[in-house]
């Protein structure tokens, strides 16, 4: 019998919303980071808004997140092991989804599959 493929599994949450998913390897808390829900031009739009995205990789430190975690993915994965990373914030429309895209991209680059979801992305803003 083969042995079932090493896959990265990414889950976007946002802590506002529900407890992080259970069973992971590791949790990324992105709310120290710069939220643009403050700004009420992006309040409503997600991770799916290019608009979104640009703010929130121009946040400072969010880049450095984004390699760390697609090469510790990257080393887990040539260990033999297959991984499961939660990335959350406070709403899961903003900075985890478009942190888990990004990191996505990056360990497909590194010729891994990888497992994407978007827990809370199309759940209403929430009221703060």
């Known amino acids: 019998m083969s042995k079932p493929a090493r ?19 590791l949790v990324i808390d992105l709310r120290p980071f710069r939220d643009p ?7 409503e739009m997600t991770a799916r808004d290019q608009v979104v995205v640009d ?7 969010i880049t450095d997140q984004i390699t760390g975690l697609a090469f510790h993915a990257h080393l ?3 260990e033999g092991h297959s991984v499961s990373i939660a990335v959350g914030c406070s709403g899961g429309r903003h900075r985890a989804p ?8 990056a360990v497909r680059e590194y010729g891994w599959p990888v497992d994407l979801e978007h827990r809370d992305l199309d759940k209403p803003v929430v009221n703060r």
């Open 55 to 61: 703010t929130v990789l121009r946040t400072p430190g």
């Open 37 to 43: 829900h403050v700004d009420p031009a992006l309040r």
């Open 98 to 105: 478009v942190v888990a895209d990004q990191v996505a991209v």
């Open 76 to 78: 887990e994965l040539t």
């Open 7 to 25: 896959r990265l599994q990414i889950t976007s949450f946002g802590f506002l919303h529900a407890e992080p998913p259970a069973d992971v390897d």
